[in-house]
């Protein structure tokens, strides 16, 4: 069975960081590729950064030079590292896997940044 569980969510204030994890049971973790996702309310989910296998890693416009998404394979992990968090960051995050075109969802953890 395969798991991914985010964690390190929670209410910040504008301006300040978060480090968000995604814990995985995925056989061969480091050979699948990894992503993180945001559904903000009453929108639809977007893709927010991806990190290949080999570390090479995109970002999506909105988060560029503020987000930085990471993996440690020891750890089965995937990280992500928020800075200067805006109001408009508030959303659920999700981190998902992808291996040969086989998809796996966490349940996500909420973000909100507001004062």
């Known amino acids: 069975q395969v798991q991914l569980v985010e964690s390190g969510g929670g209410l910040v204030h504008p301006g300040g960081s978060l480090r968000l994890s995604c814990a995985t049971s995925?056989?061969?973790?480091?050979?699948?590729?990894m992503a993180w996702y945001r559904q903000a309310p009453g929108k639809e989910r977007e893709f927010i950064a991806h990190?290949?296998?080999?570390?090479?890693?995109k970002y999506t416009d909105s988060v560029k030079d503020r987000f930085t998404v990471s993996r440690d394979n020891a750890k089965n992990t995937l990280y992500l590292q928020m800075n200067s968090l805006k109001p408009e960051d508030t959303a659920v995050y999700y981190c998902?896997?992808?291996?040969?075109?086989?998809?796996?969802w966490g349940q996500g953890t909420q973000v909100t940044v507001s004062s």
């Open positions: 995925i056989p061969g973790f480091s050979n699948n590729f």
């Open positions: 998902v896997a992808n291996h040969f075109g086989v998809v796996f």
């Open positions: 990190i290949t296998t080999s570390g090479i890693t």
